[in-house]
């Protein structure tokens, strides 16, 4: 397998090194079949000049094959079909549920984990304050933070689970029916 930049991984390429083969190229590519190389879509990108359809040294544009035309035409419906959805009372439903439980569990949970760190620089002495035996208020705070992780891990899948997955699971739905009537029931 070769990297995107057309040289074999790992660097056994041949017997000179990545750092003797100053121009990019080696000779092993062209005695490769076609269907050996991997060919990176991304590798023949400019680097400044996305998308740009004016300016110096923009290509002319070309035609679109009645296919290509008719594959734009799906990829835009589809799109349309997932703003639509995302505009829909049902979406807005379920991503409101998820942040009024996100954002007060966030903020709480890094309130404590701020406090602990804070605490724990600012008040040694009451960090080192015995509890039982050899256990201190510092260790009982550290593993306070790993039961409040679980637990909050736990809250989290129990929320999803009762409120947000089976009308997650019907936006789901709608959208494969919607767009799979756009594909031609292809799905």
């Known amino acids: 397998m070769q990297s995107s930049n057309g040289r074999p991984r790992g660097g056994r390429g041949g017997p000179e090194s990545a750092a003797e083969n100053h121009d990019g190229f080696d000779p092993a590519l062209l005695e490769a079949p076609a269907a050996v190389r ?5 590798y023949d990108a400019l680097a400044s000049g996305w998308g740009e359809s ?15 035309a008719g594959r734009t035409e799906r990829v835009d419906a589809a799109a349309d079909v997932y703003l639509q959805v995302q505009r829909s009372a049902a979406f807005q439903e379920v991503r409101s549920r998820y942040r009024r439980f996100v954002v007060p569990a966030f ?30 208020v510092a260790m009982v705070a550290g593993l306070g933070q790993f039961l409040t992780t679980f637990l909050l891990t736990w ?3 129990r929320h999803a689970r009762l409120r947000r997955d089976r009308a997650a699971l019907e936006l789901r739905w709608d959208t494969q029916e ?3 009537g756009i594909r031609g029931g292809v799905s």
Request: no cysteine.
């Open 178 to 180: 919607l767009t799979r």
């Open 107 to 136: 903020i709480g949970f890094f309130g404590w984990y701020v406090g602990y760190v804070v605490t724990a620089t600012t008040a040694p002495g009451l960090m080192a304050r015995p509890v039982a035996g050899a256990v201190n």
């Open 155 to 157: 809250a989290y899948a």
């Open 38 to 42: 991997y060919d990176d879509p991304w």
């Open 54 to 68: 004016t300016g110096a040294g923009a290509d002319a544009a070309v035609p679109l094959s009645a296919v290509e």
